[in-house]
């Protein structure tokens, strides 16, 4: 770990994408859009028939989960599940994130983003990555998109990008908690 990241008491990183393109052949279904995406599952190592079924799972105030929650040993690497722009994905309890990673960095699909962890109102004891997918919304604030579950969309267990080697875009820096 590269230093302590102050600042922010959970780490949840954004995959900074943008709204707008279409498919070729005019609009394509949300359903359509998202498996052409071939999401790869963003907790390396775990295959996508172990991501649980927790998408529903109860919250206080008659809400929903409406994210998965993907556990694995605390530090296990974190990666970008896509490099679409048509889609937001959000990545939470972070226990250290990639060393100059930005709002707006692109990141590629494989990429590590950080390493899975406890920040934020996650259990001390339970580390795990908490990962979304939401539509963008037509007002521009990401945190209103509609969530859908990404699990029919996984088809792929994760794995770092073949290009990426150990080094300044792969060493990770703490986040607080």
């Known amino acids: 770990m590269n230093g302590r990241w102050s600042g ?4 949840a990183l954004v995959a900074f994408q943008v709204a707008g393109c279409s498919l070729p052949g005019g609009e394509p279904t ?3 859009a998202l498996r ?6 963003p907790v390396a190592g775990v295959a996508p028939d172990q991501v649980p079924d927790n998408f529903r799972a109860p919250r206080s105030g008659a809400r929903i989960h409406g994210a998965v929650d993907i556990p694995a040993p605390r530090g ?4 970008s599940a896509d490099e679409s722009e048509h889609f937001i994905y959000y990545y939470a ?3 250290a994130y990639c060393h100059g990673l930005a709002k707006d960095t692109r990141l590629g699909r494989g990429q590590v983003i950080g390493s899975v962890g406890t920040t934020g109102d996650a259990h ?3 580390p795990h990555l908490h990962f979304q997918v939401m539509v963008r919304p037509s007002n521009g604030r990401w945190w209103d998109g509609d969530a859908i579950d990404p699990r029919p969309y996984f088809t792929s267990a994760g794995r770092r990008r073949a290009s990426a080697r150990r080094g300044r875009h792969e ?3 703490e ?3």
């Not at 296990?76 to 990666?79: E, I």
Request: proline content about 3%; some cysteine.
């Open 8 to 11: 922010w008491c959970s780490l």
């Open 30 to 32: 949300l359903d359509s």
């Open 36 to 41: 052409a995406r071939q999401l790869m599952v």
């Open 76 to 79: 296990t690497p974190v990666l």
């Open 93 to 95: 309890h972070l226990d």
């Open 124 to 126: 001390r004891s339970e």
């Open 171 to 173: 060493e990770t820096r």
């Open 175 to 177: 986040a607080a908690s």
